[in-house]
């Protein structure tokens, strides 16, 4: 099953659930803003399943402004601590449907791949690996020709020297760090993280130009080297850390060359 067919159950479950709650708030005297309410909950639920953690958060926050705004209205017939209370326990309510919905769709996201297609996904990192990025190149490639929607992608790779000297279960752990936790966790939901080979990651940036990629890409380089700093390897080095960004079309020939090579790689760890 594809993350986007889970997604969309999910959805229609949701949808279900909410359009039942609604039916039988039909009968209350707090009729509007607790219809408002229920839908407010499949915000939170769209916003986690399809964005991750960060469209959960906004979502939260924009679900709970607008029941806070309707319940304010239309909430004239009962009290002022009844009104609280339900307002509060909605939020609370908001709050759990997004944050379910953000972890699932981090933690699952990249599973359903794994589980339908054995080889697009690295085994330390759970990001996508070599062969998915390029499929991921070939499909922005062709949007681009369709659309003219441009992108950027950005590759990271620290010096294998740093790191070949510890023992394979640390010199793992580092790497699943770098690539699961700071790499994916400083990329938006839309971007596409990717480990290639060795220490080399890439991140695919749609409809992004030079200069937005390039903040992102140092945001995560600085990112990385307070890391490796953290474990007592030298990040300072010139060497220790490079990146290399492109954007397309204007980088059309190194784009497409990469996606081609990229097909042949055959991701491995650095050497033991």
Do not use: W
Not at 9 to 18: D, F, Q, R, S
Not at 25 to 46: E, K, P, Y
Not at 159 to 168: L, Q, T, V, W
């Amino acid at each position: 099953m594809k993350y986007s067919r889970f997604e969309l159950l999910a959805m229609i479950v949701g949808v279900c659930a909410v359009a039942a709650t609604i039916v039988a708030a039909i009968s209350s005297t707090n009729r509007v803003s607790d219809i408002v309410g229920q839908c407010m909950i499949l915000v939170c639920l769209f916003g986690g399943l399809h964005y991750g953690r960060k469209g959960a958060a906004l979502s939260f926050v924009a679900a709970t402004a607008i029941y806070a705004v309707v319940a304010l209205v239309f909430s004239t017939d009962i009290d002022q601590s009844t009104a609280l209370q339900i307002f509060l326990l909605r939020a609370a309510v908001f709050a759990f449907v997004a944050f379910i919905a953000g972890e699932l769709n981090v933690r699952l996201k990249y599973l359903f791949i794994k589980l339908e297609h054995h080889d697009f996904v690295d085994d330390i990192t759970s990001l996508y690996n070599s062969r998915y990025m390029a499929k991921l190149i070939d499909k922005y490639v062709s949007e681009f020709d369709r659309y003219g929607t441009k992108f950027s992608l950005a590759n990271i790779t620290i010096n294998e020297d740093m790191i070949s000297p510890m023992k394979k279960k640390i010199r793992n752990k580092v790497i699943k760090d770098i690539g699961n936790s700071i790499i994916r966790g400083n990329i938006r939901g839309a971007d596409e993280a990717a480990r290639l080979e060795g220490t080399t990651f890439a991140v695919l940036f749609p409809n992004t130009n030079f200069d937005g990629a390039t903040c992102a890409t140092l945001r995560m380089k600085a990112k990385v080297c307070g890391y490796l700093d953290r474990h007592g390897l030298d990040a300072d080095r010139e060497d220790s850390i490079k990146t290399v960004i492109l954007e397309y079309p204007k980088d059309r020939d190194t784009v497409e060359v990469l996606g081609v090579n990229l097909k042949e790689i055959r991701p491995k760890d650095p050497a033991p």
